[in-house]
Every structure is written in structure tokens, then in C-alpha cells.
């Protein structure tokens, strides 16, 4: 191999693992909240394919990038709406609700991408852009796979310190993690448990719908039902992976990332290790790392429970 | 509440106003998009439970979440979450399109099967053996590391379809195709699979283990309270083990009974997703077997007569799903009533 497609290839494979970390990112952030807030969200799955879906539609009706962007936001917050009012004030157990909102909405996509396309599969025009940052693109091989990118991606690595910093030096994050580890103390100190878990799981709601919206206008143009391929469940193993750390659940999402970069740029290369292999990778390392590091796992202690005054949980 | 036996029926009226609700807005979705959800809606019914044929595909249907929940009642009922049912049903199912050729050539039939199946098994086992002795060792939640395997079986096995154990001269990569006289053997007089009976046993025996045996009763108090099973001596880790153990055979189990009755291969990509519908299916249930059938055949009936109508009233058979996803959705709303009414 030449040198120079050498770096050509390691440019490429860099800006696709940057591009295909950050949907899984954004929905992880957002999820990593909703966990330390102690509700497990199994819905993100559907909420990434209802995001994609409703903004790819807004977006090639409208013509206008930016109205499918806050549409996904919308529907995200919307189905958050609907997660929160189920889990937190008919305290519905969280895994049904998280199942049911993934088939419901992922379902009611694909359902209305049917009857409003048909069989036919229409490609966004003009979707996809990316934006070069002058001066620091033009740094050889990373330059132009780190600096020449879709203006979320930016987006979302830069909220990776900001969440960071959200979760361990603001209030909001502290009683985040107050309503997560033991909310009738947060209670008793005057925390509305059920105010900051609506606000966790409706931010969960829209990090999840705005990862769906630029998988179908930042990355793909186009919608399929099958455009999420299980990210949604990626990111919740991704949380697990950071323990609720935005800085780490963000080396988490980098090396799913990273894999699915991988497949499609060994087969550039002609090397013959199937995708499939590739894509069980990061899950191995995954569990190998939970098996290291086993005993110090701490998980939000409310996880899944929830909190009703004056009762232990269940 | 006065009389005990409307206090039983509680949960099934109020399971009953869940489906009511999800019908009525499954109506109003089929409102928007112009169609009469009342013609859908007796289509549905007229195809699904009107017809000798559409109740034998539902029961048939009804196999694999009979399997999986005789499963998740063991686990379940201990307090336990294996979310990752598809990954233990694809282990089982592969196992058996890998094995099934080979084996029916060499055994005498019902060993075959009964190899075929115990192989299966063991294969939904040992997919949740990890997850398993992690949760009981070092109490990892164990719906995390579930999942995670689960998508690790939908890798691994489209993998090992595609390249090690491939049958190369067919181009979908796919197991060889189990003869016909190999499969499953039917139910006498009918064109249902064996399958059935055992998922009714097996959920039933699962459903009569956890309320009549000392194991049962052991899970059930994991359940209720950890603390108090530990002073009590008993072994927890253990039977936590056992409980998932329990659930991942039954979900391979299933598997083989699909390859083994239905598809007669194993297919790369292959997943029906059971799991999505089985997990919410038995906690609605209340985690009691006899409830779980009804259910099931509910679920079965909406995705067959869905098919059906699909095809001749055009519209797009996803929306069996949406129902089903509403249904879900409502029951577990309806819970919150069902207790409320009770506590009053």
C-alpha cells in the first residue's frame, strides 16, 4: 500500500468512527443522566427511530435542515413526556414501558413511512453537509477527519465537558444523582424527586431524537426502518461502560464508534473479517472490562425502582 | 371491596380496558391515515379468531411465547430481569440448524430430537451463565449484561452463519435444510407441532415450581426481600444462578422448537424478536402462567390477523406492531389503576 493511501485510509476511517460515534453519543449523554436520575430507558431505540424519521419528513417537505432537527427534538421530548408519565406518575415498571415505547415507535415509523412513500426510499438533498473549521483542517490526516465535519458532531463533543461538568458541579447534577441514589433523602432535604426525574428523562428524550435526526440528515439523507441497527441499546451499554461518567461514557461510544468504522474500511481494503466479528467486538470488551473491574461498579442504587413518599420501593 | 371475587377480576378488567383503549387509538391512527378502522378492525377479528385457519396460525404463533415465558417466570419471579431472551432463543436456534442435519442422520428419531433439544438448551445456558454468576458473585445488574450478550448472539451467530459452519452451496447464508420427516412431529389430527404441548407443560410446570416448591418459594423470597433469604441461610448466589439458568434453557429451548417445527434452517439476520414481546407479556401477566396463555394467544392473534389485513385492505403490516406497542403501553398504564382500585 502507498503511503499516501495510507493516510487517506487512516483519515477516512478517523472522520467515520468521529461521525459514527456521535449519534450513539448524543442518545448516550442524554441517557447517562436519565440513569443517575434512576430510571433505566429501554425506549431509545424508538425514540432514535421516531427522531430520524419525523425530522428526515420535516426536513425534505419543508426543505429546511434545521426544522427537522428541532421536529426530532420535539417528538424526542414528547415521547420523554410520555416515558416520564408512565414511569414516574403512574410508576409503571420501567422495562415494559421502555419495550412498549421501542415497538410503538419504532413501528409507527416505519408504519408512516409506508403510507406516506410507499416502497420508495427518497434521498434528502443537501443533507450531510459538513463544515470545515479553517487553519485546523488543513493538519495533515487529522485535520481533515476531525475538523471537516457535520456541524452536531461539533455539537455534541463539545457538550461532552459541558455535560461533565452538569453532572458534578452544578446543582441540577447533584440532585440528579441525589433522586438516583437514595430519593427519599432527597425528599426529605426538600427535592422534588419526581420534578428532576421528568427533567432528566425529558433531556434523555431529546439527546435521543436529535442522535436519530442526524443519523437521517447528518449522516445517511435517507430513512430506513432499520436506520437505528440497535444504537439505542449500544448507548444504554455504552452508560454502563462510562458508569454514568459523560467523559467516559464518551471513550465508550468512541469505541463502538470506532468498530463500526472498522467494518466498512477493512472491506476497502479487501481484508476478509466479517462485519458481524467486528460489531461483536466492542461488546466482548465490554464484558472482558466488567469482569476486570467487576467489584467496583456502582450503580445509581434507585435504578428501576420507583419512588413513591412513604414507601421503600419494591 | 366487599366481594372477593370482584377483587379477582380487577386485573382482567382492567387488562380488558387496556386492549379496549389501544383499539380505540389504533382506530384514530387509522383515521388519519383514511382508512375505516372499523372495517380493519372486523376484518381483523373475522380473519384472525373467525377462521379454523387463522386461529391454527395464531396457536402455532403462540409457541414460542408459551417457551419464553415458562423462562421468564423463573426469573421473574425471583426478582430478576433477563431482557436478553433474543440472544439465549438465537443461541438455541443456531445450535439446532448447526446440529439438526448431522444428528438426524445419525440418531434414531425421538433421541434426535431429544438431542437436538437438550443441545439448544444448553447452548440458551451457557448464554446466560456470565450475566448469571456476575449478577449472584458480584450483583452486576444483570439487565445490562443480558442485553449486551444478547446483542453479542446476534453478531456472533449471523457470523458463524456466514462463514464457519455455512452450508456454501446456498446463497442466503443459511444452516442445510432439516428434511421434512425430521422436524417436529405434529399434534395427532391436527397441522399444529408438538411445540405447543410443550410449551403449555413447561410454562404450567414452571408456573406450579415457583408456587409449590421449596425452589419456587426460595425465589420468590430473593425476590421479596434479599437480606431476609440471606438470614435464613439460604444459598442466594446459587439460586440466583439457577433462576436464569432456568429462563436462558427455556429461551434456546425455544429456539429449537422454531427451526426444529418452523423454519427447518437457520438463517443469517435471522430474528423474530420474541423477547420484545414475551418480557412485557409476563409481568402484565402478573407472573402467573395460566394468565400468560390467554395473553400470548392475544398477541399471536393481533400479529396473524395483522398479516392477513395487511395484505387486503393495504395497510402496511407494521401497524400490527403499533397495536401491539400501544397494547403494551396501556396495560402497563392500567396497572397503576388495577392496584388503586384494589388499595381502596
Given at each position: 500500500m502507498s503511503p499516501l493511501f495510507e493516510s487517506a485510509l487512516i483519515s477516512a476511517m478517523l472522520a467515520s468512527t468521529i461521525r459514527g460515534t456521535t449519534p450513539i453519543l448524543l442518545a448516550a449523554l442524554g441517557e447517562a443522566y436519565v440513569e443517575r436520575a434512576g430510571l433505566l430507558n429501554l425506549g431509545i431505540e424508538g425514540m432514535m427511530v421516531a427522531g430520524a424519521f419525523s425530522s428526515f419528513v420535516v426536513a425534505l417537505n419543508l426543505n429546511n435542515l434545521l426544522c427537522g432537527f428541532l421536529t426530532a427534538a420535539v417528538v424526542g421530548l414528547a415521547l420523554g413526556l410520555l416515558f416520564g408519565f408512565l414511569t414516574i406518575t403512574l410508576r409503571a415498571n420501567q422495562i415494559v414501558v421502555g419495550l412498549g415505547l421501542t415497538i410503538f415507535a419504532h413501528s409507527m415509523s416505519s408504519f408512516l413511512h409506508r403510507v406516506i412513500f410507499g416502497n420508495q426510499f427518497p434521498i434528502l438533498f443537501g443533507a450531510g453537509g459538513t463544515h470545515e473549521i479553517p487553519l485546523v483542517s488543513q493538519i495533515p490526516v487529522l485535520g481533515?477527519?476531525?475538523?471537516?465535519?457535520?456541524?452536531?458532531?461539533?455539537?455534541?463533543?463539545?457538550?461532552?465537558?459541558?455535560?461533565?461538568?452538569?453532572?458534578?458541579?452544578?446543582?441540577?447534577?447533584?440532585?440528579?444523582?441525589?433522586?438516583?441514589?437514595?430519593?427519599?433523602?432527597?425528599?426529605?432535604?426538600?427535592?422534588?424527586?419526581?420534578?428532576?426525574?421528568?427533567?432528566?428523562i425529558l433531556l434523555g428524550g431529546l439527546m435521543a431524537g436529535l442522535g436519530g435526526a442526524f443519523l437521517a440528515l447528518g449522516d445517511l439523507a435517507f430513512f430506513v426502518p432499520d436506520i437505528s441497527m440497535g444504537r439505542g441499546y449500544i448507548a444504554i451499554?455504552?452508560?454502563?461502560?462510562?458508569?454514568?461518567?459523560?467523559?467516559?461514557?464518551?471513550?465508550?461510544?468512541?469505541?463502538?464508534?470506532?468498530?463500526?468504522?472498522?467494518?466498512?474500511?477493512l472491506q476497502v481494503t479487501g481484508?476478509?473479517?466479517?462485519?458481524?466479528?467486528?460489531?461483536?467486538?466492542?461488546?466482548?470488551?465490554?464484558?472482558?472490562?466488567?469482569?476486570?473491574?467487576?467489584?467496583?461498579?456502582?450503580?445509581?442504587?434507585?435504578?428501576?425502582?420507583?419512588?413513591?413518599?412513604?414507601?421503600?420501593?419494591? | 371491596m366487599h366481594n372477593a371475587h370482584l377483587v379477582a377480576l380487577k386485573p382482567a378488567v382492567a387488562s380488558i380496558l387496556?386492549?379496549?383503549?389501544?383499539?380505540?387509538?389504533?382506530?384514530?391512527?387509522?383515521?388519519?391515515?383514511g382508512r375505516n378502522p372499523l372495517v380493519y378492525f372486523s376484518l381483523l377479528f373475522a380473519k384472525g379468531i373467525g377462521t379454523p385457519l387463522g386461529v391454527i396460525e395464531s396457536i402455532i404463533r403462540m409457541t414460542p411465547l408459551l417457551i419464553i415465558s415458562a423462562g421468564l417466570l423463573s426469573c421473574f419471579s425471583a426478582g430478576l430481569w433477563n431482557i436478553?431472551?433474543?440472544?439465549?432463543?438465537?443461541?438455541?436456534?443456531?445450535?439446532?440448524?448447526?446440529?439438526?442435519?448431522?444428528?438426524?442422520?445419525?440418531?434414531?428419531?425421538?433421541?434426535?430430537?431429544?438431542?437436538?433439544?437438550?443441545?439448544?438448551?444448553?447452548?440458551?445456558?451457557?448464554?446466560i451463565f456470565l450475566p448469571a454468576v456476575l449478577k449472584a458473585r458480584y450483583d452486576i445488574n444483570e439487565i445490562i449484561t443480558t442485553l449486551m450478550m444478547s446483542w453479542v448472539a446476534i453478531n456472533l451467530t449471523a457470523w458463524l452463519v456466514k462463514g464457519p459452519i455455512n452450508d456454501l452451496s446456498s446463497v442466503p447464508a443459511q444452516t442445510p435444510l432439516i428434511p421434512l420427516d425430521h422436524r417436529l412431529p405434529m399434534i395427532p389430527l391436527t397441522r399444529i407441532h408438538v411445540g405447543l404441548i410443550m410449551g403449555i407443560a413447561s410454562l404450567l410446570g414452571t408456573h406450579w415450581v415457583i408456587r409449590r416448591t421449596t425452589l419456587g418459594y426460595r425465589f420468590r423470597v430473593i425476590s421479596a426481600n434479599k437480606q431476609?433469604?440471606?438470614?435464613?441461610?439460604?444459598?442466594?448466589?446459587?439460586?440466583?444462578?439457577?433462576?436464569?439458568?432456568?429462563?436462558?434453557?427455556?429461551?434456546?429451548?425455544?429456539?429449537?422448537?422454531?427451526?426444529?417445527?418452523?423454519?427447518?434452517?437457520?438463517?443469517?439476520?435471522?430474528?423474530?424478536?420474541?423477547?420484545?414481546?414475551?418480557?412485557?407479556?409476563?409481568?402484565?401477566?402478573?407472573?402467573?402462567?395460566?394468565?400468560?396463555?390467554?395473553?400470548?394467544?392475544?398477541?399471536?392473534?393481533?400479529?396473524?390477523?395483522?398479516?392477513?389485513?395487511?395484505?387486503?385492505?393495504?395497510?402496511?403490516?407494521?401497524?400490527?406492531?403499533?397495536?401491539?406497542?400501544?397494547?403494551?403501553?396501556?396495560?402497563?398504564?392500567?396497572?397503576?389503576?388495577?392496584?388503586?382500585?384494589?388499595?381502596?
Open positions: 481533515q477527519a476531525l475538523f471537516n465535519q457535520h456541524g452536531l458532531v461539533y455539537l455534541t463533543f463539545l457538550m461532552v465537558p459541558l455535560m461533565h461538568a452538569g453532572m458534578y458541579k452544578t446543582r441540577f447534577g447533584l440532585r440528579i444523582r441525589a433522586v438516583g441514589e437514595s430519593p427519599w433523602a432527597a425528599d426529605a432535604a426538600g427535592v422534588s424527586v419526581d420534578r428532576i426525574r421528568y427533567r432528566a451499554v455504552v452508560v454502563m461502560l462510562g458508569k454514568w461518567n459523560p467523559l467516559k461514557v464518551c471513550c465508550g461510544a468512541l469505541l463502538f464508534g470506532m468498530a463500526m468504522a472498522l467494518t466498512s474500511t481484508i476478509k473479517i466479517s462485519p458481524d466479528f467486528i460489531l461483536m467486538t466492542p461488546y466482548l470488551v465490554v464484558i472482558v472490562t466488567l469482569l476486570l473491574f467487576a467489584r467496583s461498579t456502582n450503580l445509581p442504587s434507585s435504578l428501576c425502582i420507583p419512588y413513591e413518599r412513604g414507601q421503600k420501593g419494591q | 387496556a386492549i379496549l383503549c389501544s383499539l380505540i387509538t389504533s382506530g384514530i391512527i387509522l383515521l388519519f391515515i436478553g431472551v433474543e440472544g439465549q432463543f438465537l443461541v438455541g436456534a443456531m445450535l439446532a440448524g448447526w446440529a439438526a442435519p448431522a444428528l438426524s442422520a445419525s440418531l434414531p428419531y425421538p433421541i434426535y430430537l431429544f438431542a437436538t433439544a437438550i443441545l439448544g438448551i444448553a447452548g440458551g445456558m451457557a448464554w431476609a433469604a440471606l438470614r435464613a441461610g439460604m444459598r442466594v448466589p446459587r439460586i440466583i444462578v439457577y433462576s436464569l439458568l432456568i429462563s436462558g434453557g427455556f429461551a434456546g429451548l425455544a429456539g429449537v422448537s422454531e427451526v426444529l417445527a418452523i423454519k427447518g434452517l437457520f438463517q443469517a439476520g435471522w430474528n423474530p424478536q420474541y423477547g420484545m414481546t414475551t418480557i412485557p407479556l409476563v409481568f402484565l401477566a402478573r407472573l402467573n402462567g395460566w394468565a400468560v396463555i390467554p395473553l400470548a394467544f392475544f398477541f399471536s392473534f393481533l400479529a396473524v390477523g395483522g398479516e392477513f389485513v395487511a395484505r387486503d385492505l393495504d395497510v402496511p403490516v407494521f401497524f400490527v406492531h403499533v397495536m401491539e406497542g400501544l397494547t403494551l403501553l396501556f396495560f402497563a398504564a392500567s396497572e397503576y389503576f388495577a392496584k388503586r382500585r384494589i388499595l381502596k
